[in-house]
């Protein structure tokens, strides 16, 4: 089984002979074992398997193994919130005293994780700019600089990540690129082909695809050599005293990464997904092959008619022609980005505002990328306690829309926008 859109549908699980079609969900917090050995080998991580869903639950690791089949990686885990998957991502690898390189173009609340909670932890991420040279970007490296990290589309501007600079920075240091891939999906980017070690996810997003449960993830590549740089890297490669002194790097090699995240952070941080979640995860990612190509197919049909439309004072999506992203989106995204774009209409705030009203069809919600279209106004909503001009500096203009194009017919959504620009 080779093709991405297989994968969507069996990766992960293959039921034996009278096992049920559907993935089951383990709705318990415990596992039960006949001997107080076999289950302190597990305390010991001399043995494998389940006792607690706090640290690991078989419904999730049934979609973690799908996720990271999809990704091409080697191992996965699920956490309950893509803020969760980051926060692990990035926290498995550094600690206090320690620093990192983030693309400004990312996520706010990723945005906020890295700059103002993560530094209270002393952590300390470099925001750079992610269209600077590979030179400027390798300034910023310091001896205790411990990782990269991007998003492969970034949300909302909708930048498209220089994969080779960035992996290329990452890798002449000896130190991993971690990338976000929420925004794409492995069914249109998998980060790994193109130099990632670790990806992460907000599965809430394209992946679960119905608005149904917030859920993240992490899949390692297990392309990067902890033990080639064992001294940039004590957690994964001296003696866990909360383990009796293993050493992850030794004892799981591959498996280094995802097993210290699950026996350690999980354990100590608890921040695990329901593994009902999971279950409607697996639904939403039987079909989202399907869903991917109809979410670009109208992207574009309305991105090109929002680029059309006079009333309308510019458009940023990869997928257009005109679009500074176009060249690298089809490098990387020969398939396809994704249904989310930006545009502004020529007006002031009460214009915007009053076009959003007009909506019928596509909802105003603080969300993205599911089946229904939706729209966001940061200057209103996320951001609205900032000044235009505090706007422009965090990189978001004031008549920025945020639009997520979803699966319904493009006609009913270019009649929709049509009706609410007549309003304005
Ligand atoms: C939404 C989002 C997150 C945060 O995920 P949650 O599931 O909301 O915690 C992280 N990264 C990106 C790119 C996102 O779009």
Redesign the pocket.
């Known amino acids: 089984m080779n093709g991405i859109d297989s994968k969507c549908v069996h990766g992960g699980y293959t039921p034996k002979n009278g096992e049920p079609r559907q993935i089951p969900i383990y709705q318990s917090t415990t596992f039960k074992y006949d001997s107080s050995d076999a289950m302190g080998a597990l305390f010991d991580l001399e043995a494998s398997g389940y006792f607690y869903t706090r640290l690991q639950n078989p419904t999730n690791d049934l979609v973690a193994a799908q996720l990271t089949e999809l990704e091409g990686g080697i191992a996965g885990m699920l956490t309950s919130?893509?803020?969760?998957a980051?926060f692990f991502a990035v926290f498995n690898i550094c600690e206090a005293g320690d620093h990192f390189i983030s693309s400004s173009s990312?996520?706010g609340?990723?945005f906020n994780l890295f700059g103002v909670t993560m530094k209270k932890m002393g952590i300390e991420c470099t925001f750079v700019d992610p269209e600077a040279s590979y030179e400027d970007i390798a300034k910023e490296i310091r001896p205790n600089t411990k990782l990269i990290f991007g998003?492969t589309i970034?949300?909302p501007v909708c930048a498209v990540l220089d994969f080779e600079k960035f992996a290329k920075v990452a890798h002449d240091n000896g130190i991993p690129f971690i990338v976000?891939n929420?925004?794409a999906t492995p069914v249109n980017c998998r980060p790994i082909e193109h130099g990632a070690d670790i990806v992460t996810h907000?599965?809430?997003?394209y992946l679960d695809g119905h608005a149904s449960g917030?859920?993240?993830a992490i899949i390692d590549s297990g392309n990067f050599d902890w033990m080639e740089y064992a001294d940039k890297f004590p957690g994964l490669c001296t003696p866990d005293e909360s383990y009796h002194g293993i050493t992850y790097a030794e004892k799981f090699g591959k498996g280094a990464y995802i097993t210290k995240a699950t026996v350690q952070l999980m354990r100590d941080l608890g921040s695990i997904q329901a593994p009902q979640n999971a279950y409607y995860l697996h639904l939403g990612i039987e079909s989202l092959h399907v869903r991917m190509a109809r979410h670009c197919e109208n992207a574009l049909k309305l991105a090109k008619f929002l680029e059309s439309d006079e009333r309308v004072a510019w458009v940023n999506y990869p997928g257009l022609e005109s679009n500074s992203s176009y060249e690298r989106a089809k490098k990387y995204m020969p398939k396809g980005t994704c249904g989310v774009m930006c545009f502004g209409i020529k007006g002031d705030r009460a214009t915007t505002v009053k076009f959003m009203d007009s909506l019928k069809l596509i909802s105003i919600v603080t969300h993205?990328?599911d089946a229904k279209s939706c729209v966001l106004h940061p200057a209103s909503h996320t951001h609205r306690q900032l000044s235009d001009e505090q706007l422009v500096e965090a990189g978001v203009k004031p008549d920025l829309i945020r639009f997520s194009v979803g699966i319904e017919d493009a006609d009913d959504l270019i009649a929709d926008i049509k009706q609410a620009l007549d309003q304005i």
């Open positions: 919130s893509g803020q969760a980051n990312i996520y609340g990723t998003e970034s949300n976000d929420t925004f907000s599965t809430t997003k917030v859920g993240g993205v990328a």
